[in-house]
């Protein structure tokens, strides 16, 4: 059974600590690697897909890493916007079409 | 531009209700989904189009219909839900279905908040 499994569930930062986020993942012929962002109330907003093992994907504050059992989301120097819960999701899953995605890391950033 | 758009953003009903939501993206793409997604939890599939055929259907109550008019066009009519249907209702495209493109990005809507009463 594919599966999806992020750490840790909360993470508090003060605003310019950074911190990663990690995702592990057993998805039986990997398509995709996806992290989304999801404030409260909203949809998932795309931020990167990474497709094989040691690829790399930055963004702003954002830098995400694939190796071949798990992803990472470096979060450097974070400021309070940055606030959110962060999404992995790999493919296939739920379906040969669908997400198959993580509980997610519910992320507080301090002012 | 990667929007998809769903209306409505909030929607109260009764159990003997019959409503619909919709969701439209003008992307081109050919793949749409609908998730549902519970409080505190993620996402989960319910429906996949691919050219506006429907093709997974990952054991929804028939309560839950969904129809393609178009390409661009996703609605999910909904009938005699019950209140533990309450969630947040995605849509999300693609530029293809993964059996297509295996590379192809999800890209969500807002959402539709539905609480059942």
């Known amino acids: 059974e594919d599966q999806v499994t992020q750490s840790p569930e909360a993470l508090r930062l003060q605003e310019g600590e950074s911190s990663s986020l990690n995702c592990s993942y057993t998805?039986?012929?990997?398509?995709?690697l996806f992290w989304y962002r999801q404030d409260p109330g909203k949809g998932p907003e795309f931020l990167f897909t990474?497709?094989?093992a040691g690829e790399e994907k930055e963004k702003e504050r954002l830098k995400a890493t694939l190796t071949k059992k798990e992803s990472f989301l470096h979060i450097t120097a974070p400021k309070p916007e940055d606030s959110a819960t962060y999404l992995c999701a790999a493919g296939p899953g739920g379906g040969a079409d669908g997400l198959t995605f993580g509980k997610g890391t519910h992320l507080i950033i301090q002012p | 531009d990667t929007e998809v758009t769903q209306t409505p953003k909030h929607l109260v009903m009764g159990m003997t209700n019959k409503k619909s939501l919709k969701c439209e993206q003008h992307?081109?793409?050919?793949?749409m989904y609908w998730y549902k997604q519970k409080a505190k939890k993620p996402p989960e599939l319910m429906f996949v189009y691919s050219y506006e055929k429907l093709s997974i259907n990952e054991s929804v109550p028939s309560r839950f219909s969904p129809e393609c008019p178009n390409s661009s066009l996703l609605n999910l009519h909904l009938h005699a839900l019950q209140p533990e249907d309450s969630a947040l209702y995605l849509c999300?495209?693609?530029?293809?279905?993964?059996?297509?493109?295996?590379?192809?990005?999800?890209?969500f809507g807002p959402g539709t908040r539905l609480t059942v009463l």
């Open positions: 998805v039986s012929g990997l398509r995709g």
């Open positions: 992307m081109g793409h050919r793949a």
């Open positions: 990474l497709y094989s």
């Open positions: 999300a495209s693609s530029q293809e279905s993964w059996t297509a493109a295996p590379r192809d990005t999800q890209y």
